[in-house]
Antibody, heavy 125, light 108 residues
């Protein structure tokens, strides 16, 4: 059974740092690209960051570029998000999500097929 | 950047109704469009991928259509468990996987 389990959330002061982890199991971790998605309280989903299976490609939303760093350890089946210079607007539940790419009968696509349960980050003084 | 605009932002309907949610992309995204359902306090759940393909295990009352910039999610014969928030997502751009702002479906 595929499982993604986030951890590391908590209360942090503005300007502080936090490192989130996502522990994966039930699939060959090194074969899959992964993402972080967040959801502020009462708000919609916001894609935050992407990392390719090899770690060669990393992309970020403009709202976190230069402050957040995505990484992974394929030997430990773990995904990370290092969050620095945190702001009140970074307060959210953070989810990790797995990419699923396919091509079938000439139709190609990509979607998030598995998600973790989320970890809450609160930035407040 | 590709912007995704959903409408309406909220919708009231009754059990047994048919509802349609639309999603418009700021540029053509072919059929790189997915729909997710999210219930309160839970992670999103994939309903439709590649604009019109039903994810395994999702009831056939859910359907999706569209290509290019305009897409729709249709739910027929609404059931009590369908009242939730729905999000579209584009995955055409390699650099970003943008979500729409969401549509909250409420019981009338």
């Amino acid at each position: 059974e595929v499982q993604l389990v986030e951890s590391g959330g908590g209360l942090v002061k503005p300007g502080g740092s936090l490192r989130l982890s996502c522990a994966a199991s039930g699939f060959t971790f090194s074969n899959f690209d992964l993402n972080w998605v967040r959801q502020a309280p009462g708000k919609g989903l916001e894609w935050v960051s992407y990392i390719s299976s090899s770690t060669y490609h990393k992309y970020y939303a403009d709202s976190v570029k230069g402050r957040f760093t995505i990484s992974r350890d394929n030997a430990k089946n773990s995904l990370y998000l290092q969050m620095n210079s945190l702001r009140a607007e970074d307060t959210a539940v953070y989810y990790c999500a797995r990419d699923w790419r396919f091509c079938d009968n000439g139709v190609c696509g990509l979607h998030f097929d598995y998600w973790g349960q989320g970890t809450l980050v609160t930035v407040s003084s | 950047d590709i912007q995704m605009t959903q409408s309406p932002s909220s919708l009231s309907a009754s059990v047994g109704d048919r509802v349609t949610i639309t999603c418009r992309a700021s540029q053509s995204i072919s059929t790189y469009l997915n729909w997710y359902q999210q219930k309160s306090g839970k992670a999103p759940n994939l309903l439709i991928y590649a604009a019109s393909t039903l994810q395994s295990g999702v009831p056939s009352r859910f359907s999706g259509s569209g290509s290019g910039t305009d897409f729709t999610l249709t739910i027929t014969n609404l059931q009590p468990e369908d009242f939730a928030t729905y999000y579209c997502q584009q995955t055409y751009s390699s650099l970003e996987r943008t979500f729409g702002q969401g549509t909250k479906l409420e019981i009338k």
